[in-house]
């Protein structure tokens, strides 16, 4: 009952959240500190995943692919899979665990030592002090973070293909331009976006709804981890079931 209780009042954050970006009621200086933290620290971790998946994915596609005679297949299989689906689903997770679970702690940790009614005391609204600046620091920072992931994890599937398997560097880049098109990137970015709200706002919302000293910080940390990823999970079904309906483009391209 308690989860539902916080999965409620996170919904009523989120409502909240987007009236003060219509209206911009944005603190600006946390803003430019959460850019830092979503974005800057998250940069090597996020790169680090996207390569070292996207190799161990094209081993995986290579050596198949070259034993079914689709060697024209490779580039376009694994940009389909990076871009669509890998690289935003993904970098969601590393900062659903390293920046959704700070925002839970940092905020929760507020709430229990009553800086949060401090900051009401002095007639400073906590949504917007503290929930704003982190919602659009990961609206923003989470699809830039996204796009490098997909380049950099192109560039490692190419190394694999090309010094591994002997693909040629046209092969790879030809058929990934032929099967890739704009709504691709366009719709990760959607997706990365979408995440990116429901990270921040789960986390916030865990941190504000906390309760129990030390140990309902750590709990709520831990809380708001899992309950991103299961968002993660579940909207990224929904949105690829809205996103990629009808006949695949590699079958229209005659691929």
């Known amino acids: 009952m308690e989860w539902f209780n916080r999965a409620f009042a996170a919904l009523l954050l989120l409502g909240q959240v987007l009236s003060r970006l219509v209206r911009l009621r944005i603190h600006w200086r946390n803003t430019l500190e959460q850019f830092a933290l979503v974005g800057n620290e998250s940069v090597v971790i996020a790169v ?45 997770v590393i900062l659903a665990g390293r920046v959704g679970s700070a925002f839970a702690a940092e905020i929760g940790t507020m709430r229990v030592t009553e800086q949060i009614d401090a900051l009401q005391v002095l007639q400073t609204d ?26 950099t ?22 058929s990934a331009q032929r099967l890739l098109d704009t709504w691709d990137l366009v719709s990760s970015v959607i997706k990365a976006a979408t995440f ?12 504000m709804t906390t309760d129990g000293g030390a140990k309902g910080v ?12 299961m968002a993660i999970f579940v909207v990224n079904f929904f949105l690829s079931l809205v996103m990629f309906q009808g006949q695949g483009q590699a079958f229209q391209k005659g691929f």
């Open 48 to 92: 680090v995943t996207a390569i070292f998946v996207s190799m161990v994915f094209s081993v995986q596609v290579t050596r198949e692919f070259i034993a079914f005679g689709a060697s024209s297949a490779i580039g376009g299989v694994l940009a389909i899979a990076l871009v669509r689906e890998l690289a935003p689903v993904l970098t969601a």
């Open 126 to 151: 906590p949504i917007d002090y503290l929930v704003v600046p982190r919602v659009l620091a990961c609206l923003v920072m989470l699809p830039v973070l996204t796009v490098l992931a997909e380049v």
């Open 153 to 174: 994890g192109l560039m490692g599937g190419l190394f694999i293909t090309t010094q591994v398997y002997g693909l040629t560097v046209d092969l790879y880049i030809d």
């Open 196 to 207: 990116g709200v429901l990270i921040a706002v789960i986390g916030s919302s865990w941190g």
């Open 218 to 229: 750590g709990r709520s940390a831990t809380t708001a981890v899992v309950t991103s990823l």
